[in-house]
């Protein structure tokens, strides 16, 4: 998206809520909480467009996600309650054998539960970047902190997952 | 030559960020001589690429269809055949209808539903003195600007929908009756402008 173009909230919907949604699962493991922060951050993204100002739309867009799912945590820790993983089981294609879906689903059940593990901050990086696919520029600016603190965090996150990861690596 | 041998957290850092393609220059080279040859570099090379590879490989799912708008347009199309929507809003539009084929033909079915409003007869109140219940057909020099905007965008977006329509099954939506309409009016309306000012066609 050109940094001169401001979109609608139906645009931004359309364009990445599916994103905000992979982004908001791969971070709590849980469809439940993705669904909400997707709701939270266009609710958010309606209001700050009438004074959003065309720059860095992706930036923008980003720090309020991120916004919304940290106040979304405080939020939860003030009231906790158990979210495991359900695993990616609405993710499964029809043509796999019985075996490659098992196999898949233990896979990314796996890499789901040891990200889940890892501290926030490594989490958080390391989806933006694998992910959502956003640049470390992109990162460090949704997360405000500079480009040099993102690619350590994305580096000693990777380090983490494949100590805690079960399968050979 | 000595190498620059980074301490190992180091190192993987820069394995890592070459895999994201975020090296600069001078770092690239550091990783070139860090894998030539060096099997304890490379091992840990090999395994930083497998785990990104997992994350990146992780199934993307679909957002529940509930949390997002239809995407159509309702009541901006209305406002685009008549030439109302500014330079942004209408590029949006636009945009929407060449991507969009249930927006087309609700862009079409308003324009034919327009057009047979437009094409009623004034009211002439002259003839009974009498006040009618229903506003009378504004002045003509009132009603030019409006008429001619609004064809000026129709002819546009028929224009445009005729282009990307093209064949198929649906209606098509035909230029040459358009143009037929258009020029009529262009004849009988000096002034009348073929696009409105601004008015861009965007192709597919």
């Known amino acids: ?169 | 030559m000595a190498r620059l041998v980074p301490a190992s957290d180091a190192r993987g850092e820069l394995f890592s960020a070459y895999l994201d393609g975020q090296l600069t220059p001078e770092e690239l080279k550091v990783v070139s001589q860090l894998l030539d040859g060096d099997i304890g570099a490379i091992q840990e090379f090999r395994s930083l690429q497998r785990t990104r590879a997992a994350l990146r490989l992780l199934p993307e799912f679909e957002i529940p269809a509930n949390l997002l708008p239809d995407g159509h347009l309702g009541d901006r199309l209305s406002a685009y055949l008549d030439g109302e929507l500014v330079t942004m809003e209408h590029r949006r539009v636009t945009r929407h209808v060449v991507d969009c084929s249930d927006c087309r033909i609700a862009l079409q079915e308003l324009d034919r539903a327009r057009i047979a409003v437009r094409s009623l007869p004034g009211v002439d109140t002259t003839m009974t003195g009498e006040t009618p219940a229903i506003a009378a057909v504004p002045p003509r020099s009132h009603r030019k600007r409006f008429v001619a905007g609004g064809i000026g965008a129709a002819a546009a977006a028929a224009l445009l929908v005729g282009l990307v329509v093209g064949g198929g099954d649906e209606p098509a939506f035909s230029l040459d009756d358009l143009s037929t309409r258009h020029v009529a009016r262009a004849s009988a309306e000096p002034g009348f402008a073929v696009l409105p000012a601004g008015m861009e066609i965007a192709l597919p």
């Open chain 1, 1 to 169: 998206m050109t940094d001169d173009f401001t979109p609608t909230w139906e645009d931004v919907a359309q364009r990445y809520g599916r994103k905000i949604y992979n982004f908001a699962y791969r971070l709590t493991g849980n469809p439940d909480d993705a669904a909400d922060l997707v709701q939270e951050v266009l609710l958010r993204v309606r209001k700050g467009l009438d004074s959003y100002q065309p720059g860095s739309f992706e930036g923008w867009l980003w720090r309020i996600t991120r916004n919304a799912f940290l106040d979304g945590i405080r939020r939860k820790q003030r009231r906790p309650e158990s979210a495991l993983p359900e695993g990616d089981h609405h993710s499964l294609g029809s043509s796999p054998s019985p075996d490659e879906v098992l196999a898949s689903v233990r896979l990314s059940d796996d890499v789901q539960s040891s990200l889940l593990k890892l501290p926030y901050d490594y989490r958080e990086a390391v989806v933006l970047c694998d992910v959502v696919g956003l640049t470390y520029d992109e990162i460090a600016e949704a997360t405000d902190v500079p480009v040099g603190t993102v690619r350590s965090r994305i580096h000693r996150g990777r380090k983490q997952l494949r100590e805690l990861l079960t399968w050979p690596v």
